[in-house]
């Protein structure tokens, strides 16, 4: 290049190499956040939310859990301070539906439990049905719950342990909204934002998930008696990806992510709780959580004395052998499981 009085500067091509795969790193980072901030409509003008990219909240940078609520507060603050005919436009539920944004639809919404009051995180219900929810703010915007549940990232795919608050946000949406009704939310507690969790990916959207109880952790916060064995905790796939294979892969996970333990357990019962995982669209059944547990003991040889139905902490006395109750005919079995 020019220096000076016309001499040149002769740059190692290695140099020029590297800077060009900076620039061309930078620059693809800038088009993606620049996409990203297209989106996001000017709510003062009265105009729509409507997602038209493909970053969504589980691909950007993360949140801190202890910054969710004052956000939210900081945003509540703002629509109640608005006077009640003024909204903050209006939410687009596919394909035809919308919501309005005003201080009467939108609520604080908390994903863990009641031992964290300083996580909560704003969310819009439609005026008719405040139990229902169909939008988070998230990064400073509206996303639909659907949206929240889907990832661009072609590395997530299949069971990929939880790390983030926004993974976390997902295993709350699977287990407390995403096809919940009233029965399913009371076998559904939330879960602490500590739990040990793995979710399930599979074309770019969270599809289900399980939970652990590691082996010392505190089976609850006042008596210290702590799990004796790793414990399958919870388990749930979405209801339209069921019948999939979904949770017979995910309890062969289980039992290979702790392949050194003797013992390994599920929670019981496995009636109802566990059964919610597996249950038809509208009946609970036991038999279906049974005929899961059955056909991977079946494939599965070397678990069927390693696998045990238990209640907390998991002592010998709290145990039951699930192949040798399925045997016995302790479980209670549907026709078409027999």
């Known amino acids: 290049m020019d220096i000076g009085g016309g001499r040149q500067e002769v740059v ?69 301070s608005r006077p009640p005919a003024a909204a903050d436009g209006w939410f687009e539920i596919p394909p035809t539906g919308k919501v309005e944004i005003n201080s009467n639809n ?4 908390r994903p863990f439990e009641d031992d964290r009051p300083d996580c909560a995180v704003a969310a819009l219900h439609p005026p008719d049905d405040p139990a229902r929810v169909v939008a988070l703010h998230l990064h400073e915007r509206w996303w639909g719950v659907d949206d929240v549940l889907r ?8 069971l990929v342990a939880v790390q983030t608050t926004t993974e976390r946000l997902i295993v709350f949406l699977l287990s407390r909204v995403v096809d919940g009704s009233a029965q399913e939310e009371a076998l559904f507690s939330p879960h602490p934002c500590t739990e040990r969790c ?10 289900g998930f399980y939970t652990v109880k590691h082996k010392g952790s505190l089976c609850d ?7 004796l064995l790793p414990v399958l905790d919870t388990l749930l796939v979405r209801r339209r990806r069921r019948r999939s294979g979904f949770a017979l892969r995910m309890l062969e996970d289980f039992c290979s ?11 019981a019962p496995l009636s ?34 390693r696998l045990y139905e238990v209640d907390a902490p998991g002592g010998w ?12 005919g302790r479980y209670s079995l549907s026709t078409d499981d027999k």
């Not at 990916?201 to 599809?207: D, E, I, L, R, T």
């Not at 109802?272 to 959580?289: D, K, L, Q, W, Y």
């Open 221 to 227: 916060s006042w008596s210290g008696r702590c799990y």
């Open 106 to 109: 939108v609520r604080r919404l």
């Open 317 to 328: 006395t709290q145990r039951r052998n699930i192949w040798l109750n399925i045997r016995l």
């Open 257 to 267: 992510s702790f392949a050194a333990e003797e013992f390994l357990g599920i929670s």
């Open 272 to 305: 109802p709780g566990m059964a919610a995982v597996f249950h038809e669209p509208t009946v609970f059944c036991v038999s279906r959580c049974v005929q899961v547990c059955r056909k991977f003991l079946q494939r599965h040889e070397e678990h069927r004395e």
């Open 12 to 80: 190692p091509t290695s140099c020029r190499t590297a800077a060009l795969q900076v620039k061309q790193v930078n620059a693809l980072q800038v088009k993606r956040w620049i996409s990203f901030l297209s989106t996001t409509r000017d709510s003062a003008a009265g105009r729509s939310y409507k997602l038209r990219e493909v970053m969504y909240p589980v691909d950007l940078p993360d949140v801190v859990h202890t910054d969710l609520a004052p956000a939210s507060e900081r945003f509540l603050s703002a629509l109640e």
């Open 151 to 158: 990832t661009s990232s072609e590395s997530r795919c299949g």
């Open 198 to 207: 793995k979710l399930l990916w599979s074309g770019g959207q969270a599809v």
